[in-house]
């Protein structure tokens, strides 16, 4: 008996099944449909380009912004600067022109930051949906004379990683479930950590770009639903790796560690746009340090012969998880705890 699909991404073992019954003849996809990879990769005469696609659903404000930020994060992921946009915009029934305009406004003033050309989309009002849904894609073009390709990982490569995780997750806790957080929580400490989509903000272009002259960079990775736990295996599977994660190493926000234990979630599980996992040879992680700063990036683990995929955790050794369905969704169901549990 076929199982009840549960709320977010398919389950890595289906998408894993269905991408087989993909065509893929083309000779120009260099880089194809998989788990684990940000976009797809082609070389069209002498251009290689990056194309990725992906829909705003958890989040309903802003957007468009967030819209940009998750797309531009793919494209980059595979050394790829943004070019294109082209987007599908479905909105409620009952939705108003200020609505629309205001959406519209936000996309054009998005675009503009990246340097990203609209080359069309499509907008619509159903009564399908029951909230504002924006279906963005990107294309990007290769900085390099190659693409970043995560399948080039080997036994060796050196895991860093740029940023805390789960802020975007964090923010969206703090949205979502504003009312029940101010009884423990005053306006202005809510609003800064509802604003952490912007501020330290979830696209990873600033740090991307920074990193593409290193020659010894491997592989970039984005990790978006499941959290970072979800990435990092991601990526030991494109490789055919195993790997080991110091999570002593892994930089979580104070406000994540708080909602975890509020919300009864593991933040190595939570949606975690805003983080960037780099892969790059051992004699490159200097440079890479270097490039970013210190404050910045940490080096959390290696790639290995063998194809456990571990975690040390406070000294010992254990399996990292794997969140098929990202963290946020029982979070967002999960009765706050009281003050005295914590």
């Not at 009002?125 to 073009?141: D, M, R, S």
């Not at 802020?167 to 029940?180: C, I, N, W, Y």
């Not at 190493?249 to 949606?271: A, C, H, R, W, Y």
């Not at 790639?303 to 955790?313: S, V």
Request: net charge negative; glycine share 8%; charged share 20%.
């Amino acid at each position: 008996m076929k199982q009840q699909l549960r709320q977010g991404k398919l389950p890595t073992v289906l998408l894993r099944k269905l991408i087989q019954f993909l065509p893929v003849a083309d000779r120009s996809l260099i880089i194809p449909p998989g788990v684990g990879l940000d976009a797809a990769g082609l070389e069209i005469g002498n251009r290689l380009i990056a194309v990725t696609t992906d829909p705003i659903t958890f989040a309903t404000d802003n957007i468009a912004a967030y819209s940009v930020a998750v797309n531009v994060n793919d494209v980059a992921c595979l050394g790829c600067h943004p070019r294109w946009y082209s987007g599908v915009l479905m909105l409620p029934y009952g939705s108003s022109e200020t609505l629309v305009e205001n959406i519209w406004t936000e996309l054009a003033r998005e675009l503009q930051r990246y340097g990203i050309t609209s080359v069309g989309g499509h907008v619509e009002v159903t009564k399908a949906v029951n909230v504002p849904i924006l279906v963005g894609q990107i294309i990007g073009e290769a900085v390099r004379d190659e693409l970043l390709d995560a399948r080039n990982i080997s036994p060796g490569d050196q895991i860093l990683l740029c940023q805390a995780i789960a802020v975007e997750g964090t923010s969206l806790l703090a949205q979502k479930r504003a009312s029940e957080l101010s009884s423990i929580l005053d306006v202005d400490n809510i609003n800064k950590i509802q604003n952490f989509l912007w501020n330290p903000g979830i696209c990873i272009w600033p740090y991307a770009e920074k990193l593409f002259s290193i020659p010894d960079l491997v592989a970039l990775h984005d990790p978006t639903e499941g959290g970072i736990a979800t990435a990092l295996h991601e990526l030991a599977d494109v490789a055919g790796c195993g790997l080991v994660v110091d999570c002593e190493k892994i930089s979580v926000l104070p406000e994540t560690k708080q909602f975890s234990q509020l919300f009864n979630f593991d933040p190595l599980g939570l949606l975690a746009s805003g983080s960037l996992i780099i892969v790059c040879k051992p004699k490159a992680v200097d440079q890479v340090i270097q490039q970013l700063g210190a404050n910045q990036v940490m080096p959390i683990g290696a790639f290995t012969n063998e194809q456990h995929r571990n975690m040390n955790f406070r000294g010992e050794i254990k399996d990292l998880p794997r969140y098929d369905q990202d963290e946020l969704i029982p979070a967002l169901q999960h009765k706050m705890r009281t003050i005295k549990s914590l």
